[in-house]
């Protein structure tokens, strides 16, 4: 009964050749996130979507996109990767409001060599 | 905006023993405040969350937190530490007013000796 479902759970790529992150859920939350985590550091938010309106990060690189076809998934896009991109990349749902908890998927760890 | 800081990277406690993970969060109103967990190849799971009201706050897991607006700190405690609390904890905060989406801080990993 997994709710948040991330794959791969390990991709490896080969620097910049382009790599694509799934994430499905079957919450049927209205807002998804993109968070890349490195080890020892915060989680740190790449960008958001509101049902289909899409929020970018400030300091997210450009290398970095992201599309939402429906509300149930949502993909990560890496158009050049690079050695520092090798992270943690972690989708979450959530209902929009502040008081409304995270529900994370187990991620994928990305790898770049 | 808001802020979250937990001091230690590493705690190390025996099985049985007691835990006090610390958060200290900047924002200059109310917070709202949080506790995850990250168990190894596991995504983050809410162990609880503070809003209003009573400042001691029970979660899941045998996990409690006290908000202290003074000390501008959001603890987490467990009376008795098991070999599977072994994990990441991540505090995180959001602001009222600001964005919906909390900041994390950037853990503390719990380590268990039998």
């Known amino acids: 009964d997994a709710m948040v479902i991330q794959n791969p759970r390990y991709q490896v790529t080969q620097f910049g050749k382009p790599v694509t992150l799934s994430c499905s859920q079957t919450l049927n939350h209205n807002v998804m996130y993109w968070y890349q985590q490195k080890s020892s550091q915060a989680p740190k938010l790449l960008f958001h979507?509101?049902?289909?309106?899409?929020?970018n990060e400030a300091d997210t690189p450009d290398n970095f996109q992201s599309r939402r076809p429906n509300t149930s998934f949502c993909f990560l896009d890496i158009r050049s990767p690079g050695l520092g991109d090798a992270a943690m990349y972690l989708c979450?749902?959530?209902?929009?409001?502040?008081?409304?908890?995270?529900?994370f998927g187990s991620g994928t760890q990305l790898s770049v060599l | 905006a808001q802020s979250v800081t937990q001091p230690d990277i590493h705690i190390t406690v025996s099985e049985g023993a007691s835990l006090e993970l610390r958060c200290n969060y900047s924002y200059g109103a109310t917070p709202y405040l949080f506790w995850y967990v990250q168990s190894p190849g596991q995504g983050l799971q809410l162990l609880l969350k503070y809003f209003s009201g009573d400042t001691l706050v029970q979660g899941i897991k045998g996990f409690e937190a006290e908000f202290k607006r003074s000390q501008s700190s959001f603890n987490l405690r467990k009376p008795s530490v098991h070999w599977s609390d072994a994990a990441e904890y991540f505090c995180a905060v959001g602001a009222a007013g600001g964005s919906y989406i909390p900041t994390f801080g950037r853990g503390t990993s719990l380590i268990v000796h039998p």
């Open positions: 979507y509101y049902d289909k309106d899409f929020n």
């Open positions: 979450a749902t959530s209902r929009q409001g502040i008081r409304e908890k995270l529900f």
